[in-house]
T-cell receptor, first 112, second 113 residues
Framework: GENVEQHPSTLSVQEGDSAVIKCTYSDSASNYFPWYKQELGKRPQLIID?????GEKKDQRIAVTLNKTAKHFSLHITETQPEDSAVYFC???????????FGSGTKLNVKP | DADVTQTPRNRITKTGKRIMLECSQT?????MYWYRQDPGLGLRLIYYSFDVKDINKGEISDGYSVSRQAQAKFSLSLESAIPNQTALYFC????????????FGQGTRLTVV
């Protein structure tokens, strides 16, 4: 089955700095890579996703990059704000089964 | 608003008791999932169902069972609860086909004492 690894487990940045979270996956059949944000006491919610036919996707201050050859993908948050503080999860799935395999999560703390 | 609803939101139960967590959705999705969240371990898949007649074990199904009563309802049972099943449980749904977003319920915080 798929194995998704996520690093770092915690990340502390100063407001305005950039934050990068990295994930690797093992199954070359995986072709959909969503990122979820979970605020304290809330449910995970999708913030951005990327499919395997695309190398990069941007949405305002967040971007995701995908390297299929190396089987890794990353979340980039620029100009971080205190409200970006949350736990972020990466995930991988494929068309055949659409099971979502999640990374272990990154707790991002943005210091004002 | 179409949504994914879990009941109860919080539950404390004793070791050995049977407990059921319920999930219902109004999104019209075929696929439903139960995940368990523990600190530092992310979201681990317990069971998943791609339609009413299709139930599959996930990574950590031991000690759990499920029932898909209808397209909109997917229940998770702990037949005999034990303390290491204390966790935050999430139900999720997704549409048929690959590359579609998973939508999560609000979560159920279960404590087994």
């Amino acid at each position: 089955g798929e194995n998704v690894e996520q690093h770092p487990s915690t990340l502390s940045v100063q407001e305005g700095d950039s934050a990068v979270i990295k994930c690797t996956y093992s199954d070359s059949a995986s072709n959909y890579f969503p990122w979820y944000k979970q605020e304290l006491g809330k449910r995970p919610q999708l913030i951005i996703d990327i499919r395997s036919n695309v190398g990069e996707k941007k949405d305002q201050r967040i971007a995701v990059t995908l390297n299929k050859t190396a089987k890794h993908f990353s979340l980039h948050i620029t100009e971080t704000q205190p409200e970006d503080s949350a736990v972020y999860f990466c995930a991988a799935s494929n068309n055949n089964f659409n099971k979502f395999y999640f990374g272990s999560g990154t707790k991002l703390n943005v210091k004002p | 608003d179409a949504d994914v609803t879990q009941t109860p939101r919080n539950r404390i139960t004793k070791t050995g008791k049977r407990i059921m967590l319920e999930c219902s959705q109004t999104k019209g999705h075929d696929r439903m999932y139960w995940y368990r969240q523990d600190p530092g371990l992310g979201l681990r898949l317990i069971y998943y169902s791609f339609d009413v007649k299709d139930i599959n074990k996930g990574e950590i199904s031991d000690g759990y069972s499920v029932s898909r009563q209808a397209q909109a309802k997917f229940s998770l049972s702990l037949e005999s609860a034990i303390p290491n099943q204390t966790a935050l449980y999430f139900c999720a749904t997704s549409a048929r086909g690959g590359g579609t977003e998973a939508f999560f319920g609000q979560g159920t915080r279960l404590t087994v004492v």
